[in-house]
């Protein structure tokens, strides 16, 4: 039998949110900042004792559980994908296994060395080069110098910054910083690895490599825990699924079983926008309502293969230079097709009597028949300010496309292209 290489008993972690205006959370303007420091300083000379039962009455606190009660194996040699929907608790677990934060209660029992890759930032000593923290992160994970020297030249041709090797790393781009930091902790042969969304930041091609580099880790016998919202990676890279929900335990079993019950959790979340939770972004602007409809009229929400399509995005309000993108995911969690409202074409159009809408007209749905989740996420000011996933589900029926009838069973592709046979006589 492998190997027992992570223990996690009743592992929960809470956090004291504080608000302010009894309980409402949020930002003042500098107005509002410099009034109420000038009401606080003159409070505290008339009347101290009265100040304290203001502050008091406006500032509650509140105990927020990322994690509850988590209990699980980590065996050697197991590549574990971690799925779940933002807030989940997913990048709060691998900070407490990598060291970086305390658990509330319960306890964890790791054997080997760890070599994490989280946040960008997280790792590196800003004010040392590339070359330095080479040596230091080897020296923290128990390597010496000889060690670290065996595996140096490979590192570096791993993360392509050979030419600023000498550059301390505060003025590294994210996207280097991420590529020398994945090159030391793969290849300083830890016993277990640890990876978050971070590779996100990189670009495609040495995203693969990673994904690449990983595999190979993992068959060596190493163990990796590897975030990701991108589902079809997660089921390629992974033997093993922990599937968290609310910072609950929800389901532990094989990639696909996992990726299968977190996309069927999707199906029972309020169709209420503003009531979501697990979104990202800035929130200045907000998705309120998706209305999907195969005309203008919203005479049928019914779409089928061939038929129009029109998707209306609502929101809190609209501004100059919004962009809004949607992406459609099928069954088995894989991005199917993208669409980015910054991208024009020479039909799109300009309408200010709609309001607080962007609105996306298809032609001819080309998605065979099936169920599709879609995520969406807003961006404005360079900065995003919403994105959910799942934001709501779509149901595709049998129909035609161009004459040709188009009803495909699961499991045999996900888009339907217009085409014609040349056959013989």
Request: glycine share 10%; aromatic share 8%; proline share 2%.
């Amino acid at each position: 039998m492998p190997e027992t290489v992570i223990r996690v008993e009743n592992l929960s972690k809470s956090y004291l949110l504080r608000h302010q205006d009894g309980g409402k959370a949020g930002y003042q303007s500098l107005r509002e900042s410099l009034s109420n420091a000038v009401s606080s300083f003159g409070q505290k000379i008339f009347n101290k004792s009265s100040q304290i039962e203001l502050d008091a009455a406006h500032n509650t606190e509140e105990e927020f559980w990322a994690l509850r009660d988590l209990s699980f194996e980590i065996k050697q040699g197991d590549r574990v994908g971690i799925i779940g929907r933002n807030g989940a608790g997913k990048s709060t677990l691998l900070k407490i296994l990598s060291r970086i934060t305390e658990p509330t209660t319960g306890k964890i029992g790791i054997t080997g060395r760890v070599a994490s890759l989280l946040e960008v930032g997280t790792g590196f000593h800003p004010e040392l080069t590339g070359r330095e923290n080479i040596y230091l992160n080897g020296a923290i994970l128990g390597m010496d110098r000889v060690e670290i020297k065996k595996k140096f030249d490979e590192i570096v041709a791993f993360s392509e910054v050979e030419k600023f090797l000498d550059t301390p790393v505060k003025r590294y781009s994210s996207g280097m910083y991420v590529r020398l930091a994945f090159a030391v902790a793969a290849h300083l042969e830890p016993e277990i690895l640890i990876v978050d969304e971070v590779l996100a930041v990189g670009d495609a091609q040495f995203q693969k490599k990673c994904l690449g580099k990983m595999e190979d880790v993992g068959k060596e016998g190493r163990s990796i825990l590897f975030v990701s919202h991108n589902l079809g990676v997660v089921q390629t890279l992974c033997t093993r699924g922990i599937f968290l929900q609310r910072g609950t335990l929800q389901l532990d079993g094989t990639a696909h079983e996992c990726v299968s019950g977190y996309l069927t959790s999707f199906e029972s979340v309020s169709t209420n926008l503003l009531e979501r939770s697990d979104r990202r972004g800035k929130g200045a602007i907000k998705f309120t309502e998706i209305k999907v409809s195969v005309d203008s009229n919203f005479s049928s929400s019914t779409l089928a293969v061939g038929r129009p399509a029109r998707i209306a995005f609502h929101f809190t309000e609209v501004r100059s230079g919004m962009q809004c993108i949607f992406t459609f995911y099928d069954q088995h969690g894989q991005a199917i097709i993208n669409f980015n409202s910054s991208v024009h074409g020479q039909e799109d159009q300009v309408d200010r009597q709609i309001g607080k809408v962007i609105v996306c007209e298809i032609d001819e749905l080309g998605l065979v028949p099936g169920r599709y989740r879609m995520n969406v996420a807003l961006y404005w000011n360079g900065e995003l300010q919403d994105a959910i996933e799942a934001a709501t589900i779509i149901d595709v029926e049998n129909g035609e496309l161009r004459g040709r009838p188009i009803a495909i069973a699961s499991g045999y592709g996900s888009v339907s292209f217009a085409h014609k046979w040349i056959l013989p006589v």
